[in-house]
C-alpha cells in the first residue's frame, strides 16, 4: 500500500492575486483553497494530480527561487508532465513565456521551464524514453 501521495511545493510569494491569476489563467490551474476569507493570504492551486500553495507572508518577506542562490540549482519545482511536448503547445497558445523551451536536457530529460510571476522556476518534463 502506498502511504505518500503526492507533494506539494509552499512558494513564498509577493502577491496573493498576481500569483494565483498567473497559476490560474496562465498555466490552466484551478484554485484549491483561497483565505482566510476576510483579507486572503495564502492559496493552494493545482491541476491534475499536483498542488502548489502559495503564501503571501509579510511585504518586507520576498520570494527567494532557488536560482538567486545558485546558478546550478534552478528549479525550485519538478513537476512530471506525461506528454511535455503537448503541455508545452498548450503553454505556447495561452501566452505563456518560458525560461527554456522544450528541450532534451543534459540530465537526460525532456521538458521545459516557465518562470512564475515571482521568480520560481518551475520544470515541466520527464526522463527521456
Known sequence: MTNLTYIMPCFIIADLKISVSFYVDKLG?????IGPDENPYWAIVGRD???INLKGIAPDIKPIPNHTRHEW???DAYISAAEPDTLFEEYRSNGVAFNKPIHDNSDNLRGFEIKDTDGYVLFFGRPNS
Open 49 to 51: 494530480n499536483i498542488s
Open 29 to 33: 490551474f484551478e484554485i484549491r483553497y
Open 73 to 75: 540549482a534552478p528549479w
